[in-house]
């Protein structure tokens, strides 16, 4: 998110006024007689070390909640540069190791090594911004980084107090001034306090840095004033850290109090809902159980009329028979046929009905002992049209509704009777096998057959693809008996040809499924 323009007018203005300050400055040391001694040198390093470690634990405690790269490598610059100033200030007094270069030199040397560790990290912070900008785990990651760049900063000092590094002095102003425009960059792309400060950080780093270039011995008054700068230049980060923190806090803060205001809201919205579907499911149970009564009532009254419609067309038929003629006997046996339709497309109607409102009760189920017991009830109708049957089904026990299955195989032994009925001979074939874990049952038949382009209408509610002079039905068979595989957890589906027969199959889970 880009910052307004404003807020980098003044940032610009501060780090030029800052800049114009400490050049003009250069004019007015010259001249001090400021000389310095051990016992504030110790007082400098030690200080500056103790901010500099706040820093550091601020940007990286901030990588951790955040996950960016480029706080923890702030915070690792930060790191080394209080290192540094602490075996500074320890050498200063003889409380460290002899160094090899003397004990003058090494703690300028720890100075060049302390501003080289903060440059470079400073440097490794943008291009981990650019290629690496965000941890997957930065929980995980932030102890190893923090010591890894604790030691090599470590490492960095105590080869400095081995080795000359005066030459270093142009190195660590170059990575600092080509440090500020990429800071500038990513503060422009993203404003903030603490991109912000470390600006100003680097600004006043540099100017100590050409300070500290000038100085020609200890505690003369460029190197007085270049400590000075050093620890002027971790206060602003410092300051940009704490009020980022403080203003993540607040939106934390914040952002909980509206979460617990949202669960609270939540909380009743769901206990509102809980009792409105609570009543709403008394109110359908209820009205379920009123619409049952008033469909057997309905059912039990208009099957009522058609018996009668049946038997007096059928008397009519039989007993005025030879007062009738051929026209009047055929209007006869419509008149029976349509009552008969009549009560079978009701029982079908109160049989889909009852379907739809029935859970499956599951228990074990043998589904060749269940098929060859609808083949005996059929076995009438078969004799009637010389149906051939086999029965190939080898299944172990699956876990359904016995009822539910038993409609559904029914049903479909009925359709292929049916359609097969004018073959020569009538085929029909039960198969069951167990498929991936399923077990998979398919009723086939050498009848009519259909085109497969009409596939899904056959299993919906009142869908013929033949006349009623020609096959019987009510259109609502095939309906019940995918409503019942759906109730299992399966499917249904059908291969046809026109003139070939069908093969209707279906699945049903081993352990059962429910729908």
């Known amino acids: 998110m880009r910052v307004r323009k404003w807020q980098s007018v003044l940032l610009v203005v501060l780090l030029l006024g800052i800049a114009a300050a400490l050049a003009l400055s250069f004019r007015v040391v010259a001249g001090l007689a400021w ?12 200080f500056s070390a103790f901010i500099a470690f706040e820093v550091a634990a601020f940007a990286i405690s901030r990588f951790g909640l955040e996950a960016r790269r ?3 490598f702030i915070g690792l610059a930060f790191l080394g540069a209080g290192i540094a100033d ?16 003397g004990q003058s030199a090494a703690i300028l040397s720890a100075w060049r090594a302390g501003r080289l560790s903060m440059a470079t990290f400073l440097c490794l912070g943008l291009v981990a911004r650019r290629f690496w900008p965000v941890s997957p785990s930065a929980r995980a990651e932030l102890v190893p980084a923090t010591i890894v760049g604790g030691c090599a900063a470590f490492v960095l000092v105590q080869l400095a107090l081995m080795l000359p590094s005066a030459g270093f002095h142009f190195v660590i102003a170059a990575l600092l001034v080509a440090a500020l425009p990429g800071y500038w960059v990513v503060y422009r792309q993203q404003g903030g306090s603490m991109v912000g400060s470390v600006l100003v950080s680097l600004v006043l780093a540099i100017f100590a840095q050409a300070y500290m270039t000038r100085s020609a011995t ?15 230049s971790y206060f602003p980060p410092l300051i940009g850290l704490f009020v980022e923190s403080v203003v993540l806090f607040r939106a934390q803060k914040k952002l909980t109090t509206r979460l617990e205001v949202a669960q609270a809201e939540l909380s009743e919205y769901s206990k509102g809902l809980e009792k409105k579907v609570a009543e709403r499911t008394q109110d359908l149970e209820s009205r379920a159980k009123e619409l049952e009564a008033f469909a057997y009532t309905v059912s039990h009254d208009l099957k009522a009329p058609l018996r009668g419609i049946q038997t007096y067309s059928q008397l009519l038929a039989e007993g005025y028979a030879s007062k009738l003629d051929e026209q009047g006997r055929r209007y006869a046996e419509s008149v ?15 049989e889909y009905s009852r379907l739809e409102r029935r859970e499956a009760q599951m228990g074990p189920v043998d589904l060749r002992g269940l098929a060859e017991s609808v083949l005996a009830e059929r076995r009438p109708v078969m004799e009637q049209y010389h149906t051939q049957v086999e029965l190939d089904i080898v299944l172990p026990a699956v876990a359904g509704d016995r009822a539910i299955l038993r409609q559904a195989i029914a049903n479909l032994l009925d359709n292929a009777i049916k359609f097969s009925r004018d ?19 398919s009723i086939s038949d050498n009848g009519v057959g259909f085109d497969m382009q009409h596939k899904e209408r056959v299993f919906e509610i009142f869908q013929r693809l033949h006349r009623p002079e020609e096959f019987e039905g009510t259109g609502i068979g095939l309906s019940i008996v995918r409503r019942a595989v759906e109730k299992h957890g399966g499917r249904v589906w059908v291969q046809a040809e026109p003139g070939k027969g069908a093969t209707f199959s279906f699945t049903i889970p081993k352990r059962g499924g429910g729908a």
Not at 35 to 46: A, D, I, K
Not at 86 to 101: H, I
Not at 337 to 346: D, E, G, H
């Open 336 to 350: 029976g046929k349509a009552a008969a339709n009549m009560k079978q497309l009701i029982d079908d109607l109160l």
């Open 70 to 72: 480029l706080p923890l």
């Open 423 to 441: 073959a020569k001979p009538p085929r029909v074939t039960m198969r069951g096998r167990e498929e991936n874990g399923q077990c998979v049952v």
């Open 218 to 232: 200890l505690y003369d008054a460029w190197f007085n004033l270049a400590s000075v700068l050093k620890v002027a």
């Open 35 to 46: 000389q310095g001694s051990p016992r504030w040198q110790l007082l400098y390093e030690l």
């Open 86 to 101: 602490l075996v500074a200030g320890l050498v200063s007094q003889g409380l460290y190791v002899t160094p090899l270069v």
